[in-house]
């Protein structure tokens, strides 16, 4: 196969996504890049829009330079890739993407014939009561909320879950001139003392979170460790929450919330595909199978970044050219194999430090077990942790599509993104069974809402 | 602390000297900035963006990164918006689903 007659498609202009067409487009090939967003840079570097101001350093921080270097790496591809910014991919099939125009609302289908899929990640929800009230975000979305718009999600923020996220928001937040009222781990301080020395493995990423911390302690921002969210209060919009602290319950008043558990894998699209999936129990999650560089186990597929497991925006980096590099290798393109090799291996140095972390920020195991059974899982049709319990034990529901298929949890426009984590745990604690075994969401198209006439008009065999 | 729901949720530490867009929301005039996404030229001015259609309570966005589905905005003709990814434009006739409870 000649270099010109391959036509790769990379879904995503992250940091995976960048790498990956950087390196394709030295190789002398032209992929697609279709991206979500209007510009590039995923969410950990996302671009506000073109008439801000505010420099990289604000908006970046310590990662300003490698912001910088993965945007105007990307600027610099923009005449030799055929770029599709503003573009869903809302359903994948062997050798054909649709995908939906955003400003345009016109949908279209793409072929590929090798396809990297760098598609990323969203913060980890455990809801507590009252999480669905106007002014509770997550984590993420209180990041983007400053960075991407320059607004802050309140006047007196709690940031609460656990996470290396957690300490990072409240840093931007406090840095922007907003008050943090309190920031609440659910992870205790001898969870991170025990995780020092794997986390010792990447010294300078340890370094910045001990930076965070330190720094919102001189400003006397209040540090809780080892608590246990309990609820948040009021009734039309957030007014306090409320926590365990392993003694006690305190009550904080607030007018917002930023939360999450760390993140979790957009893994449709390597569904829809057809790729393998297995249990990762570092990550809690059923995820896309790939090798040391990244092939799934679809021929002619490609997994980076974030979207294929949590590695961090590094990480997504090398994956995103490693990928490329396999991709290349696969049809016959001769590559630099020696960088491939220090790629690699890169990516294997990286496991430990995020065994470290997980160490560290422990998913709390116990969350569905104190679940009130009120409390709603599902914040798109209202479906209470009760409910699921209920259904699995009078049906017998054992796995998370039949759960699915009886209660509609993650069925509604979320597609399970928000509440497939916390559906899974409350199944599992209801039947007796680990996380592994009831199994995982089954990704739909479309993969997000788009026009139902659209559907009808492109796509005939899909269900909507 | 503004508890009030007709209170804004969000408020700008930043990047405010930009320029103005007329819209309205629920019927009544309203001021943007050029770059605001439909979730913040709502949310800078009232406290909630939608209704749920299952509870009937307010809503205000969750992820804000398209990933939730949660605040999706109607239009006074009808239409549909997805609030933290559409850019707001001068004119846009914007409903919250309703004076907040």
Known sequence: MTKSSLQPVVVGAGPAGVRAAQTLVSYGVRPVVVDEAPRAGGQIYRQPPSNFKRPAQTLYGFEATRAMAVHSTFDTLTNQIDYRPDSLVWNAQSGLLDVLHGPTQTTHRLPYQQLIVATGATDRVLPIPGWTLPGVYTLGGAQVALKFQGCAIGHQVVFMGTGPLLYLVAYQYAKAGVNVAAVLDTAKLSDQLSAMPALLTQPAVLLKGMYYVAWLRAQGVVLHSGVRPLHVLGQTRVQAVVWHDGKKELTLACDAIGFGYALRSETQLAD???????????????????????????????????????????????????????????????????????????????????????????????????????????????ITAGELRRTAQTSGADELNRLKALTRVGMGRCQGRVCGVAAAEILAQATGQSVEQVGRLRGQAPIKPIPIHLVHASAPGVNA | MNNKPSQPLLHRVAESDRATVPFTLDGQPASALVGDTLLTAILTQCGQLRRNEFSNEPRAGFCMMGACQDCWVETASGERLRACSTLIEPGMALCTGGPSA
């Not at chain 1, 294929?308 to 090398?318: L, S």
């Not at chain 1, 560290?360 to 116990?366: L, M, R, S």
């Open chain 1, 272 to 382: 829809l595909l057809g790729c393998h999936f297995a249990f990762d129990p570092l990550q809690r999650a059923h995820l896309p199978e790939r090798d040391g560089a990244g092939r799934a186990s679809v021929a002619g597929i490609y997994l980076a970044g974030d979207g294929a497991g949590i590695m961090g925006a590094d990480a997504a980096e090398w994956a995103g050219e490693l990928a490329a590099l396999a991709l290349l290798t696969d049809n016959g393109v001769a590559v630099d194999s020696a960088r491939a090799q220090v790629l690699e291996q890169k990516l294997r140095q990286l496991q430990r430090f995020r065994t470290g972390l997980a160490r560290a920020f422990p998913f709390p195991q116990n969350w569905a077990a104190q679940a009130p059974a009120d409390l709603v899982v599902c914040r798109c049709e209202n």
